[in-house]
């Protein structure tokens, strides 16, 4: 493995990482930045609370989908080894946070890292999507059951595959505590808008 297949394999996932749902139906569905409302991020959970549970739905899908088909151009088309492969997830991530033609302020990448999981390993993917469903229903906040999949994610690499892949599903889980830090203070204020009362707004 040479820097070229690294910074390929950093450059595909950061390509696929680019496409923003939220952002795209926001702009479509109400003529609006979503990234000026909810929480001011453009992801799947923001999705909900501005534009309703419904199109919340469809970029979690697509965010998912994202991820996963970026993992198999490199396992399918490319050929690409286990560490490669968890290279382009990573830039699928970086993609989907810091998008350069958003001014490099997107979502926090929750529902793609599932779809990156899906890809590499489907059992793991299946798991972290359990997780946050119990977690986020058991807690009623969807910032802890994000952080759960992570160290999920972080147990479950460590285990199956080299320590590089572990140091970078740690590294996006550096990433994702910084990214929901004011979330958590939220949750501890009791300022956080749960799962439920997002829910129950009428779109």
Do not use: Q
Request: net charge positive; charged share 10%.
């Amino acid at each position: 493995m040479v820097i070229y297949d690294i910074l390929i394999s950093l450059l595909i996932g950061y390509c696929f990482g680019l496409v923003h749902p939220a952002y795209i139906l926001g702009k479509a569905i109400k003529g609006i930045d979503i990234r000026n409302g909810g929480s001011n991020n453009s992801g799947a959970s923001n999705a909900t609370v501005v534009l309703g549970w419904k199109y919340g739905v469809i970029t979690a899908l697509i965010d998912i989908l994202k991820g996963t088909l970026a993992i198999l151009v490199g396992r399918y088309i490319l050929h690409y080894n286990i560490i490669l492969l968890y290279i382009i997830g990573f830039g699928v991530i970086i993609g989907h946070d810091f998008p350069f033609y958003m001014n490099f302020k997107g979502g926090k990448g929750t529902a793609s890292v599932i779809g990156v999981f899906l890809g590499i390993n489907p059992i793991i993917g299946l798991l972290m999507g359990i997780t946050i469903i119990l977690i986020t229903v058991i807690t009623d906040y969807i910032v802890i059951g994000t952080i759960a999949i992570h160290i999920v994610a972080v147990i479950l690499t460590f285990i199956n595959y080299p320590m590089v892949c572990t140091m970078l599903v740690f590294l996006l889980t550096l990433l994702t505590i910084s990214k929901h830090w004011s979330n958590m203070i939220k949750i501890k204020n009791k300022t956080e808008i749960g799962l439920r009362s997002t829910l129950k707004k009428k779109r």
